[in-house]
Antibody, heavy 115, light 107 residues
Framework: VQLVESGGGLVQPGKSLKLSCSAS????????MHWIRQAPGKGLDWVAY???????VYADAVKGRFTISRDNAKNTLYLQLNSLKSEDTAIYYC??????????WGQGVMVTVSS | DIQMTQSPASLSASLGETVSIECLAS??????LAWYQQKPGKSPQFLIY???SLQDGVPSRFSGSGSGTQYSLKINSLESEDAATYFC?????????FGAGTKLELK
């Protein structure tokens, strides 16, 4: 199992960014997937979940601003981040869902929101 | 949201010792609890699920216990590679929530 995030970077407040998570080593279409973030030097915060059938759940802090999606043909998970705020600055991890837990995580991608 | 209160925030122990880390949930989470280990600059590693089940490949010196609102992670016979930050996670209901973490230092 390998999960590789990309698309992070420095972005101004109010702007948008799209993260990708490329999956390999398992049947991607059969698994739900999560995004989890970690602000610098802080703990972990669950962000969003998408089921294998593309049902979604979001944390209140990102609801209406972030959109999780998937492309099973490309084995890729996405997170569209809109209306970014400074408090969204974090390392963003994608993780595979197994029995409602996160069993495999990517290496993470840094998103910095600053003017 | 379910709050997870993790303690201690940090601890220091010697090689070969046994340590315990606690997580207290703000309501019954029915054993829907996992433990993760994170080393600096790395992504978290999955240790224990459903409060006490050891994930494949995790050394048997790690164990989990608890029920209701109180859960603990015990590490027996500490080894140098166990130096890390440990987090609990409740997945009883959305939003999933983590404990704040326990930084384990080896003397």
């Amino acid at each position: 199992v390998q999960l590789v995030e990309s698309g992070g970077g420095l972005v101004q407040p109010g702007k948008s960014l799209k993260l990708s998570c490329s999956a390999s080593g398992f049947t991607f279409s059969s698994y739900g997937m999560h995004w989890i973030r970690q602000a610098p030097g802080k703990g972990l915060d669950w962000v969003a979940y998408i089921s294998s059938s593309s049902g979604t759940v979001y944390a209140d802090a990102v609801k209406g601003r972030f959109t999780i999606s998937r492309d099973n043909a490309k084995n890729t998970l996405y997170l569209q981040l809109n209306s970014l705020k400074s408090e969204d600055t974090a390392i963003y991890y994608c993780a595979r869902d197994w029995e409602l837990y996160f069993d495999y995580w990517g290496q993470g991608v840094m998103v910095t929101v600053s003017s | 949201d379910i709050q997870m209160t993790q303690s201690p925030a940090s601890l220091s122990a010697s090689l070969g010792e046994t340590v315990s880390i606690e997580c207290l949930a703000s309501e019954d989470i029915y054993n829907n609890l996992a433990w993760y280990q994170q080393k600096p600059g790395k992504s978290p590693q999955f240790l224990i699920y459903y409060a006490s089940s050891l994930q494949d490949g995790v050394p048997s010196r790690f164990s989990g216990s608890g029920s209701g609102t109180q859960y603990s992670l015990k590490i027996n016979s500490l080894e140098s590679e166990d130096a890390a930050t440990y987090f609990c996670l409740q997945d009883s209901e959305y939003p999933y929530t983590f404990g704040a973490g326990t930084k384990l230092e080896l003397k």
